[in-house]
Structure formats: C-alpha cells, structure tokens
C-alpha cells in the first residue's frame, strides 16, 4: 500500500499531467502527502510477523516480500515525509521555471522517486532492491538534468549516472555471488546462511567488496564522491529530496542492512570505517573553501554520509541510522532554506550574500536551527547522534584510533564550514541592498515542520529505538532510552569535542564580527583545491579519455567496407568449422 | 561418386566468398551471393539424398523454401542496390564508405 500509493501516483500524474497542470500539481501533492502518512503509519504498528511473501515469476524463486523491521520502515518513513513535504514547497519554487520546463516531468519523476525509495526500504529481497535501488538512481538523473537547456546540468546529470553506475555494477555483482552461493535472494535467508557460516569465505569476501562499492557510489563516498557536488545543479527541491534525505542514505542503509551477513569479514567493516572517515575529512575541508552555497552544503552533505558510513564499519548500527534520520530532516531543511534564499535573491554564490538575516526572518530562524543541528551544538538533534557515532567509534577500541582522530577533526570542520556559510548568508555588517523576503507560506511550512523536526527528534530517541529493533534480534543492538541517552553522552568524555566546537564558534563569531570578514580560504592554494578538488575530478576524466581513445581506436577497425566485413564473416566461420572439426 | 558433389559445392561456396571479398561491383556481390546460396542448396539436397533410410524428401522441400526466400531477397538487394546508385552515381562498394561507424 505504502509503496503502490506514489507509485501508480505517479502514473496518474502523467496521465493528468497532458490534460490539466495546475490539477496535476495538487494530484502530486495529495500523493506524496499520502505516501507519507502512509509511511508513518507503518512506523507505528510495525507488524510482528511480516506478512507473507508471494512468488513474482514461479519457477525463478524470486519471492517478493516485506521488510518490516525498524532500519527499512525508518528510511521508508523519512523518504515519504521529506518527500511530501519537498514537493509542497516545490509548488512555489518550480512556479518560474514552468513557462521554459515542462513541470510534468518534474513532479512526475519525484513522486515516482519517492515511491521507489519507499519500496527500497520495504523490500527483503535483493533482487527487488536493486530494481529500485536502479530506478532512484534513474529519477535521480532525469531530475539533475532537469534544465536540460543548460549544458551544465545536462553534463552533472551524466556524471552521476555514469559514476553511481560503478557503483551498481559492483552490487549487482555481489547479489548474484550471493545467490549463486545460497540459492535464494532473501535478505533474511542469506543472513542466516551467513551467520552459520555456510557461504564460503571467498564468496563472501566478492560479495562484501561489490557491496561496499554499491554503497559507495550511491551514498557517493571516497572515492566515488565526485558525483554529489556537481549534482546541485538540480533544482534545490530535488537537491533537499534526493541528495540530502533518501538517495544518499541508501548506500548508508544498504551498509546497515548487510552488516551481520559480513561480519564474519575481517576487513570488512575496518575498510568501511577507513572510507567513511577519509570521505568525512575531504569533504569537510572542502566544503570550507567552496563559495556555491549548494555546493557547501553538498559536500556537507557527504561528510555526514561518511560519519554514517564509518559508523556502520565499527558496528554502531543504531548510532549511524540515527544520524541519518537526523541528518535527513536538518539537511533537507537547510537545503530548502537555501532553496527560498536562492529563490528570492537568484544566486547561490556566497559572496553576493551578506546581511540577509533582517529581509528574510523566518529563513534566517529556521537555517539557523539547521546550522546548530548540522554543527552539533548540544540539545540540537545533530549533536545528539553524532555523539553516538563518535562513541561507537571509540568503542572499537585501538583499532579505530587514527579513524577517531580524523572523525573527531572531521566534525570541527563541520562546525566551522557551517558557521561560515551561516555568516556569509545572514549575517555581515550591513545589510542585503537588494528586494529580498520570505517566501510564500507553500515554502514556509516545509521549513518550519523541518525545523521543529530538527529541533525536537531526539527527544524521540525512546521510541526511535525500541522501533528500530522491532525485528532486529540479529543486529544486536540494546535498546536506548532518552535519559539513557542523556545520560551516556553527557557522562563520556567525548564532552570535549562538543566543547571545542562552541569555543570554535565563539572565537569565530567573535573575530568575524569585529573584522567584518569571514574565513575565506586566500591565495593560490585555496582556489587550486577549490578547483581541482584533491584532483579526482582529473584523475577520472583521464580514465575516460583512456576508454574514449581505445575505442576510437576500435573504431578502424569497422572500415565500414562490404569487402573486409565479408572476409572477416568468412575467417569467423573457418573458425567456426576448425572448432567443429576439432571437437 | 557422392565425393564429385561435394566438391562442386564446396567450389560454389568459396567462389562466392571469393567474389564477395575481391569484387567493388554490387551487383557482383550480388551475384556472389546467390552463387553461395546455390552452392548450400546443393549441400541440402546432396545431404537429404544421402540419408541412410533412403532419400529424406524433406530437404527437397526446404531448397525449394530457401529458393522462394532468396529471390524475395535478392529483389529487395537490387532495389537497394538502385537506389544506392541513385544516391552516389556509381554501384562501386567503396563509394558507401561514409557507412563507417
């Protein structure tokens, strides 16, 4: 019901779509609003027993069933929500854009994605899940290169599908190790297979790198991050839906959900811990010196994945899938935020920014709760669950020291980037010259339920955990309480970490405001690394033009003439015939 | 006395490929190709005629399907090939050069 509702939604919206667009929009709405309750509802009567599974094509065991456990309905719960509420504030944001892109393909292509997405959470079969797991990356595409005038998306928009494709390749390649080795697609079934040790240790292994490098792609991780930061060319809508709440955390998902099929691996959950540690450091300096306000927030966006990510490698489940569920509602937030910043002004470029705060209110409240969530300030849900990442990693004891570090400096980064891109949009000795206001209450109430979310989800914490491990026996876990919480975050002496970050801000909010100027990365270093981008960019581009020269090379030889292809038709059955012969 | 028809159609295949590999004339090709098909119906029936529980008629009938088929084939080729010389002035192969991928 939860998946078949945005779904076949989004059929109809094609359908009304040719006919009516102003009704289209609001079947749009009505959909993804339903698909969020929806979603919600599931999330709180999370049934014992999942209900059975019924076979799709007899003869190829492919059973379709659900996965009602916390992790799926978690996920499922946030896609239709954030999604619902990204499509309301669409309404106003796209209204411009309307006269030169045909809206249709835009909310056509959400709801569709929003209904994947849910179906990706809800499903225990990995054949079913790499169905969707290929349709989100395909909405994800289409919505990126949704100006298709504008080369420049255009261009994003392939950049992500070729590079997420890696990513695919490598998970396809590892579900059908997985069911060659098992005989089943059953998450469950494979799992316990696992666990009993009955898979071989070779297997396995093949099978734990594809989906590590699945993960990778999508939640768009070192080295597979280039991606996400050239994808903001989207409009901010589906930058907040898709690369900031759903799309992202699928890999991070993926992870958690196969985590007990790998621990037999030894390497396994070191190497994720390894990557999402470098991808938090990268991103984060990174996103200290970019100008792009979406770009920032982009590579903030990555950073955070990375924490997830590294949270899974040391097992902390519950601490990375918490941060998720947060990081999606403050992400999303900031991303609409930046979406009515850039809808009243018309540039995402920083520097023309600068003492918004007095023209636009509400965005400036709201962002500035996602400022606090994003950077970990305490009683901010942010800090909540990144304590628990943090904690989890220390956890695993000396292995995971040199990750520790690089988390621990990872989020001063984040606290410094988030600031600085606070001050550069709100704040300023003077104020915005230019018209600027808040947007129309179709954009306001999207912040406003986002920041209240921000603000309060933690304290949701009791019962976030006790549904997350609604059937979950296999990950154990234990269950956390809100005065547990409290209490085990303000008892560890990872205090200190939160302490340097308010003292980094009151230093930075000091020395800004008497200068007048904000950290800007100066000099020739700052613009090479904003350029280059630790050289991936160019790493990649050089593979390409490897591939595209071999292939051009190919090209002589189909010369094109009757002759040589006959005489080449004719070698081959001369081959043909030896092998008969000879066999 | 079997070996003397093995031999004409294994003349009458290489003679096409020969012509299909050496010519530059389309309607040579054209020819060259018939000249194969004609040398596979010969195997056909020479194979259908060697059957080891006496003559396999059913061969006879499949060439008498590949004939009905090659000469759909072969008018559908020399329209192709008209209008190939409408389009360069010439029915010499390399002037469809520009097919190259």
Redesign the interface.
């Known amino acids: 019901m939860t998946i078949a509702t945005p779904l076949l939604g989004a059929l109809v919206v094609l359908v009304v779509g040719m006919a009516s667009e102003r009704l289209m929009k609001w079947i749009a709405v009505l959909v993804s609003v339903a698909a969020g309750v929806f979603a919600l509802k599931l999330l709180f009567s999370i049934p014992a027993q999942p209900p059975e599974g019924y076979f799709w094509i007899p003869g190829i065991a492919v059973q379709i069933g659900f996965n009602l456990t916390g992790l799926g309905v978690w996920v499922a719960a946030i896609a239709g929500c954030v999604g619902a509420l990204a499509v309301i504030f669409s309404l106003k944001y796209m209204e411009s854009e309307e006269a030169h892109y045909p809206p249709t393909r835009y909310y056509f292509f959400t709801v569709l994605f929003i209904g994947s997405m849910i179906g990706l959470a809800l499903t225990d079969n990995l054949l079913i899940l790499y169905l969707f797991w290929e349709m989100i990356g395909f909405c994800s595409y289409i919505l990126i290169a949704y100006y298709y005038r504008d080369p420049k998306a255009v261009r994003a928009g392939t950049k992500a599908l070729i590079v997420t494709r890696l990513g695919d390749v490598g998970l396809l390649a590892g579900i059908i190790v997985l069911w060659q080795a098992t005989g089943t697609t059953n998450i469950f079934e494979i799992t316990d297979l696992a666990q009993r040790g009955d898979i071989p240790l070779f297997l396995l292994s093949l099978a734990g790198a594809g989906f590590i490098l699945g993960a990778v792609g999508k939640s768009a991780q070192f080295p597979l991050h280039v991606w996400l930061p050239d994808a903001m060319e989207a409009p901010t809508t589906i930058s907040a839906l898709i690369h900031a709440a759903c799309l992202v955390n699928a890999g991070v998902y993926l992870l958690a959900l196969t985590y007990p099929l790998f621990l037999m691996l030894a390497w396994w959950g070191p190497v994720v811990l390894w990557i999402g540690a470098i991808t938090a450091l990268l991103a984060g300096i990174l996103a200290l010196i970019e100008y792009d306000i979406k770009r920032v927030l982009a590579y903030s966006t990555v950073s955070q994945l990375g924490f997830m990510v590294a949270a899974v490698g040391v097992g902390g489940i519950f601490a990375s899938q918490f941060h998720l569920l947060n990081h999606a509602v403050f992400k999303a937030l900031l991303f609409l935020c930046a979406g009515a910043i850039v809808h009243a002004i018309g540039t995402r470029d920083l520097r023309q920014m600068g003492g918004l705060g007095r023209k636009m209110p509400l965005t400036q409240f709201c962002c500035g709760i996602g400022v606090f969530a994003l950077a970990g300030i305490p009683a901010f849900s942010g800090f909540w669950s990144k304590d628990q990442i943090l904690e989890s990693v220390v956890m695993a004891g000396d292995l995971a020291a040199v990750p520790l570090i690089i988390l621990i400096i990872a989020a001063l980064l984040t606290a410094a980037y988030s600031l600085r891109m606070y001050w550069m949009v709100f704040a300023g000795p003077r104020p915005y010259e230019k018209e600027a206001h808040d947007g129309p209450w179709q954009m306001s109430i999207p912040l406003v339920v986002l920041a209240a979310g921000a603000m309060l989800l933690w304290r949701a914490v009791g019962f976030y955990s006790t549904q997350a491990l609604a059937g979950m026996e296999i990950y154990n876990l234990h269950e956390l309480t809100l005065p547990q919480l409290v209490h085990e975050t303000l008892a560890s002496p990872l205090l200190i970490v939160t302490g340097m970050i308010v003292v980094l801000w009151v230093v930075f909010g000091i020395s800004w405001s008497k200068s007048g100027k904000v950290l800007s990365a100066e000099g020739a270093w700052a613009d090479a690394l904003t350029e280059t981008k630790f050289g991936f960019d160019a790493f990649y581009r050089t593979g390409v033009r490897m591939i595209t020269e071999f292939c051009q090379g190919l ?1 002589t030889w ?6 040589y292809n ?2 080449a038709a ?1 070698v081959g059955l001369l081959i043909l015939l030896m092998l008969l012969v000879t066999t | 006395m079997w070996s003397a028809y093995w031999i004409t159609v294994i003349f009458l295949f290489s003679l096409g490929i020969y012509t299909l590999i050496f010519r530059h004339n389309l309607i040579h090709l054209i020819i060259g190709i018939e000249v194969m098909a004609k040398g596979l119906c010969l195997a056909v029936l020479v194979g259908g005629a060697q059957h080891a529980g006496g003559v396999f008629s059913v061969s006879q009938a499949i060439v008498i399907t590949i004939i009905l088929i090659e000469v759909a084939t072969t008018a559908i080729a020399l329209s192709l090939v008209v209008a190939a010389h409408r389009h360069t002035g010439t029915v010499d192969v390399a002037a469809l050069r520009r097919l190259k991928g």
């Open positions: 090209r189909q010369s094109g003439d009757v002759n006959a005489a004719a």
